[in-house]
């Protein structure tokens, strides 16, 4: 199970940071992700962190701005957003599949096992 904090609403270029708690004894061995739906939208790939080191990937247009960590001790996994944009508000979700360490992560909603329930950013211009 997985449990998003942080959303609320702020102004452009202001910075905000999610996290995603996750239940469960196994979280170390899990790739984490963050995607996002705005209305209308499809649920679109933002970033996601790896088990084995740590790394990182992002989507093209928050490169720069958004950073992926992750405290496997206390099994939370966070985004940290700054200069946000009017475009980035959306419902913001955290998701997880067990990861061999063998792939790059994930970008696919498709291959992520486990959701959280979302939680709603809101950018004003």
């Known amino acids: 199970q997985l449990l998003e904090s942080g959303g609320g609403l702020v102004q452009a270029g202001d910075s905000l940071r999610l996290s995603c708690t996750a239940s469960?004894?196994?979280?170390?061995?899990?790739?984490m992700g963050w995607f996002r739906q705005a209305p209308g939208s499809e649920r679109e790939f933002v970033g996601g962190?790896?088990?084995?080191?740590?790394?990182?990937t992002y989507k093209d247009s928050v490169k720069g701005r958004f950073t992926i960590s992750r405290d496997n001790a206390k099994k939370t996994v966070y985004l940290q957003m700054n200069s946000l944009k009017s475009e980035d508000s959306a419902v913001y979700y955290c998701?997880?599949?067990?990861?061999?360490?063998?792939?790059?992560?994930?970008?696919?909603?498709?291959?992520?096992?486990?959701w959280g329930q979302g939680t709603e950013v809101t950018v004003s211009s």
């Open positions: 962190i790896s088990w084995r080191n740590s790394r990182a």
């Open positions: 998701a997880a599949y067990y990861d061999l360490g063998i792939a790059a992560i994930s970008t696919r909603a498709s291959e992520y096992d486990y």
């Open positions: 469960g004894s196994t979280f170390s061995s899990y790739a």
